[in-house]
């Protein structure tokens, strides 16, 4: 059995010691943090939870248990490293892990933790689990503009792949084109972005008839890997 107060000490006592306060203060500045900030960079997290924690061979608890150890304090590298060890280790998570994780991504509040959990979390998690399609489908239309970020995202790396059910990404996604929220406008455009790397055609011929609803940053994004014709073709439809 791992030491699971040993093993979240440690990983702290690593990110302290990657610290750099100059950092803590730019970061708390630019994510409008109501977290305290210790100026430790992703890579540094990443890679402190990585020294901590490949050799252990850590169970599902365990790697629940310490997730939640790490999140309860109000530190965003803590936080971060929370997110990192759940998709490091994201092959151990349940189902039923779904409840914890929609109470993380909600008391998130930030892009930095959030997309992290909703795509390289919950997405395997999901593509593993199909009956919590059903989740998705609530988050979608949850009055929480972070939870419906959320559902989009979590969708976002298998059609990256070339695969993943765009039908449901264009289900959920067609509802919001018209939001006035930013962070839904970028995650549409970032979803329709990478579709698009390797299925333009699939993009293209979904924003098309949906071009006069959507925002100019989602069509920003959404046609950076169109043909010119087809980007013309969009932008002459708004």
Do not use: C
């Not at 107060?5 to 630019?30: C, F, H, N, Q, T």
């Not at 890579?43 to 608890?61: C, F, I, Q």
């Not at 995202?153 to 059609?159: D, E, H, I, M, V």
């Amino acid at each position: 059995m791992v030491d699971v107060s040993g093993l979240v000490d440690a990983i702290d006592a690593g990110l302290r010691a990657e610290a750099v306060p100059e950092r803590a203060a730019g970061e708390k500045a630019y994510l409008k943090s109501d977290l305290d900030h210790y100026g430790t960079s992703v890579p540094a997290t990443r890679r402190v939870v990585k020294e901590h924690t490949w050799r252990r061979g850590l169970s599902h608890d365990e790697v629940v248990a310490a997730a939640g150890q790490l999140w309860r304090e109000p530190v965003h590298e803590r936080r971060a490293a929370a997110a990192e060890l759940l998709e490091q280790q994201v092959g151990l998570l349940e189902a039923a892990d779904i409840g914890l994780l929609e109470r993380l991504l909600r008391e998130s509040r930030t892009w930095a933790l959030v997309d992290n959990l909703a795509a390289s979390v919950v997405g395997p998690l999901v593509e593993r689990e199909p009956s919590l399609d059903a989740v998705l489908d609530r988050w979608a239309t949850d009055g929480d503009f972070w939870i419906r970020r959320s559902a989009l995202l979590a969708l976002l790396l298998p059609l990256r792949q070339g695969r993943g059910d765009f039908e449901q990404f264009g289900r959920y996604a067609d509802p919001m084109l018209e939001e006035k929220e930013f962070f839904i406008r970028k995650a549409i455009g970032w979803v329709l972005r990478d579709t698009g790397k390797l299925r333009p055609d699939l993009v293209h011929d979904w924003l098309l008839p949906r071009a006069s609803r959507a925002s100019g940053l989602t069509i920003r994004e959404a046609t950076r890997y169109l043909s010119p014709q087809q980007r013309d073709g969009i932008l002459a439809g708004r």
